[in-house]
């Protein structure tokens, strides 16, 4: 495949943008090679400055979930556009996509709508923080809940990806009162509850953790952890920002029957424009400005625009839940048929999956925390990737994030893809 025109797009950009990306991952770091410009999409499509077309697995890292430039969205957003895009006052959409979502999603009662994941996570933590009166939180090695500084301390996702757990920047102040626990080990958690009785506002975490690659819980996990917050009176946090409005209507919290006291949204919420949220029962949320002391504010929050692409987004969901089987049932075809080639090339490999998200890992052991997740061999992730790549399939640039399925992809598309794999890890 040709890449002319984004190696030019890409010197362009890295003399005005740190690292020519406004986010870390896209910039290939982690596989080596320029990162490709992305021209337009259309359903499970994208295509390139250079005009090469890729079967698209990262659909923007979770948020189209009903495929690139879905129809509904793209009139709402249109139509909603010629009417002015911010007012800075409240507006009936806000209430409109806050009513859907609180219908949809179990344990809320309130939500506010924010701009990014970050916000929401940082928001939902700084609630806890207020609501509990207390300083410490806990998160687990590997989880990614955004780049506020609570949580940069042995994030998942690009930090992990370029091996700086730890990011500079981040407060030895700030550092002390995040603990770290291990993905799927209780033990782990009720060690640090006890340690710290009194100190621990909250606990925050993927229910399904997709900054590792994609790693479910392990049976009776989830469980633990809701007992756990109750005996020593801690609020579960639920970082849904991949998982909300993906694996249900519900989220983790319907797929598992587990109830956080916060959720955090992001991606599908906003439909691919900026879009995030956190919710809680009413006690929680009415300590949130402007009813209770902890501040929050955002100048585009709920901004009618962004508002119009996820209730559009959101209506569909609703209204269609059946989208939810065949997201699934095409995600565990895709695994079956990678699996198949990949044994049949002898290649050493592990997939995870759950409802419409999946990851490949080149380990041999089961890939269950960030440790086991770290073993994956990264030189044949580098090859696998740029194989497909050369194939017309686009996956994360990093063996540690998931892979999204959007109802737009086809059978045809699935096919594709194992074909793809079976023929690009012939070499391995
Ligand atoms: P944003 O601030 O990027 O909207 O959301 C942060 C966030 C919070 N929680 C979870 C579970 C997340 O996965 C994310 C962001 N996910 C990454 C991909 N793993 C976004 C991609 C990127 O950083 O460019």
New binding site residues.
């Given amino acids: 495949m040709e890449y002319k025109r984004s190696s030019e797009l890409f010197s362009a950009a890295k003399k005005v943008i740190p690292g020519g990306v406004n ?4 910039a290939f770091s982690a596989v080596g090679g320029d990162p490709l410009f992305m021209k337009e999409a259309k359903g499970a499509y994208l295509f390139d400055e250079d005009g090469n077309k890729y079967i698209d697995y990262i659909n923007s ?2 948020p189209l979930i009903l495929g690139h430039a879905f129809e509904p969205v793209v009139s709402a957003v249109v139509e909603k556009a010629k009417k002015g895009t911010s007012f800075g006052t409240p507006t009936e959409i806000e209430t409109s996509i806050a009513e859907l979502a609180v219908s949809m999603v179990p344990n809320i009662d309130k939500i506010r709508f924010v701009n ?4 929401a ?1 940082m928001s939902a933590v700084r609630l806890a923080r207020g609501f509990k009166n207390r300083e410490k939180i806990i998160k687990f090695a590997g989880c ?4 506020s500084d609570s949580f940069l301390i042995q994030a998942g ?2 930090a992990v990806t370029f091996g700086t757990p730890n990011s500079p920047g981040v407060t030895a102040g700030t550092a002390k009162d995040t603990l770290l626990a291990n993905f799927n080990d209780l033990g782990s958690v009720e060690n640090l509850l006890k340690k710290n009785q009194g100190e621990i506002a909250c606990i925050i975490l ?1 229910p399904i953790a ?2 590792m690659g994609c790693i479910p819980p392990k049976k009776g996990f989830l469980e633990g952890l809701r007992e756990l917050c109750d005996q020593y009176d801690v609020l579960l946090i639920f ?1 849904e ?2 998982t909300g409005f993906r694996l249900a209507k519900g989220g983790a919290q319907e797929l598992t029957g587990v109830d956080a006291d916060i959720v ?1 949204f ?2 599908v919420i906003g439909g691919g424009l900026p879009v ?1 949220a956190f919710a809680a029962r009413h006690e929680i949320m009415d300590y949130l400005a402007p009813t209770g002391p902890v501040y929050q504010a955002g100048t585009l929050s709920g901004n009618p625009l962004a508002m119009a692409a996820g209730l559009a987004m959101l209506q569909e969901l609703d209204k269609s839940p059946e989208i939810y089987k065949s997201l699934a049932e095409k995600t565990e075809y895709l695994h079956k048929g990678i699996s198949k080639v990949l044994t049949r090339n002898n290649v050493v490999h592990t997939i995870n999956r759950i409802g419409s998200m999946i990851s490949v890992h080149f380990a041999e052991a089961e890939v269950m925390d960030f440790k086991s997740a770290a073993h994956g061999n990264n030189e044949t992730f580098r090859k696998f990737f740029h194989g497909l790549l050369e194939n017309g399939i686009y996956i994360a640039p990093s063996a540690f ?1 998931t892979w999204f399925i959007s109802e737009a992809l086809s059978y045809e598309d699935l096919d594709a893809t194992i074909v793809a794999v079976d023929k690009v890890s012939k070499g391995f």
Wanted: with cysteine; proline share 4%.
């Fill in positions: 986010s870390p991952v896209r890292w979770g990014s994941g970050t916000e996570t990614y809940h955004g780049h996702s690009g993927e997709g900054n970082d920002v991949m955090c992001g991606k995030g994030e």
